[in-house]
C-alpha cells in the first residue's frame, strides 16, 4: 500500500507569493494534519482536519489555511509568503481523529518551500 | 505553555551499548506520549505509543517509559547499531495539538 504522499517534494518561492502544497493520505485515512518543521526543531502543528472539517488549528497566522476534499486528500495554502515561511511542510494521515493523542501519525517526506 | 524538552540535541554512543533518551514535559499531564524517529530529508516515522497507566511498553530492540510523577519518559535502544543513527522525537497532544520535542540527534559509532 502507498504511504502518505506529498507534492511538491521541492518549491522555491519569493516573498508576496502564495503556495498550495498538496498531501495524499494512506488509503482509508480519514484525517489529514499538517506541519511545519524548521532545520534543527521538531515539526510544528499548523491544522488537522477529519472528515472535511476543521479538528484543530495551532498558532499560526491567517495568511495559513488548508482544507480537506471528499477522497481525503487535503491542501495546505500560505497567502503573502515571508522569508520565515521556509521550512519543510509535513502532512500526516491517521485513521480517525487524534482527539487525545491515541492514534499513531503516518508522515510524508514533506515538501521544502525555499522563500528567496 | 506546554512545553517538550528532550535531554540534549546530540548523544553519541558506541555500537552495541544501550542508547537512553529522556523526554521532560511541563505544564501538562498528557494521557498518551510517541516516540518517532525522523531520518534526514525524511518524515518522521512513528515507533511506539504509551499511554500514562503503563509504566513501560517494549517493541523489540526499543523501550519506553513513562513516569507521570516525574513528568518523564525514557526511549532505550539495546544492542544500538549504526542503523539506529537518527533524530528521535518525542509527542504528546494537548487540547487540538501534537506538542513535539526539538528531538535527540543519536550517532551510534561501529
Known amino acids: 500500500d502507498a504511504g502518505v504522499t506529498q507534492s511538491p517534494t521541492h518549491l522555491i518561492k519569493t516573498r508576496g507569493q502564495h503556495v498550495t502544497l498538496r498531501c495524499s493520505p494512506i488509503?482509508?485515512?480519514?484525517?489529514v494534519s499538517w506541519y511545519q518543521q524548521v532545520l534543527g526543531q521538531g515539526p510544528q502543528f499548523i491544522f488537522q482536519?477529519?472528515?472535511?472539517?476543521?479538528?484543530g488549528r495551532g498558532n499560526f497566522p491567517d495568511r495559513f489555511s488548508a482544507r480537506q476534499f471528499p477522497n481525503y486528500s487535503s491542501e495546505l495554502n500560505v497567502n503573502a509568503l515571508l522569508l520565515g515561511d521556509s521550512a519543510l511542510y509535513l502532512c500526516?494521515?491517521?485513521?480517525?481523529?487524534?482527539?487525545?493523542?491515541?492514534?499513531?501519525?503516518?508522515f510524508g517526506d514533506g515538501t521544502r518551500l525555499s522563500i528567496l | 505553555s506546554q512545553k517538550i524538552e528532550q535531554n540534549s540535541e546530540a548523544l553519541n554512543i558506541q555500537e552495541g551499548k544501550t542508547a537512553t533518551l529522556t523526554c521532560n514535559y511541563t505544564?501538562?499531564?498528557?494521557?498518551?506520549l510517541q516516540w518517532y524517529r525522523q531520518d534526514p530529508g525524511r518524515g518522521p516515522v512513528f515507533l511506539l505509543l504509551?499511554?500514562?497507566?503503563?509504566k513501560e511498553k517494549r517493541k523489540e530492540r526499543l523501550k519506553v517509559t513513562f513516569d507521570t510523577t516525574l513528568k518523564q519518559s525514557l526511549f532505550h535502544i539495546t544492542a544500538s547499531q549504526p542503523a539506529d543513527s537518527a533524530t528521535y522525537l518525542c509527542v504528546f497532544f494537548y487540547g487540538q495539538n501534537f506538542v513535539f520535542g526539538p528531538g535527540t540527534r543519536l550517532s551510534v559509532l561501529p
Open positions: 505544564n501538562y499531564s498528557p494521557a498518551y
Open positions: 488509503s482509508g485515512h480519514k484525517s
Open positions: 500526516a494521515s491517521s485513521l480517525l481523529v487524534t482527539g487525545s493523542g491515541n492514534q499513531p501519525q503516518h
Open positions: 504509551i499511554r500514562e497507566n503503563e
Open positions: 482536519y477529519y472528515e472535511k472539517e476543521e479538528r
